[in-house]
């Protein structure tokens, strides 16, 4: 499976982004989607996750502020970000897999996209 995320960049604080990621190749084995963020010096951190029947879930950080969702029929996985903060600023990282996104070899990762929330 291969992965390729956009939609980053820079906004302000309280301003909203959406980031996308489509994925291609051996799309039939994807069950669970979803992403994760990396800022620097810090752990990379899931932020949310999504399964092929829509249930989600989201890091604490970010519940109520992002959404995310998925267009099964174009394997795409979208992340809907609303009052963004300084601290969201980081890489984000679209993620897929056959069971779970949460740990395993068998996610499939894609190249990252910057976020940048200026105050």
């Known amino acids: 499976v291969q992965l390729q995320a956009s939609g980053g960049g820079l906004v302000q604080a309280g301003g909203s982004l959406r980031l996308s990621c489509a994925a291609s190749g051996s799309t039939f084995s994807i069950n669970a989607m979803g992403w994760y963020r990396q800022a620097p010096g810090k752990q990379r951190e899931l932020v949310a996750t999504?399964?092929?029947?829509?249930?989600?879930n989201y890091a604490d950080s970010v519940k109520g502020r992002f959404t995310i969702s998925r267009d099964n029929a174009k394997n795409t996985v979208y992340l809907q970000m609303n009052s963004l903060k300084p601290e969201d600023t980081a890489v984000y990282y679209c993620?897929?897999?056959?069971?779970?996104?949460?740990?395993?070899?068998?996610?499939?990762w894609g190249q990252g996209t910057q976020l940048t929330v200026s105050s």
């Open positions: 993620v897929a897999a056959p069971f779970t996104v949460v740990a395993g070899t068998l996610r499939s």
């Open positions: 999504i399964n092929s029947g829509g249930s989600t």
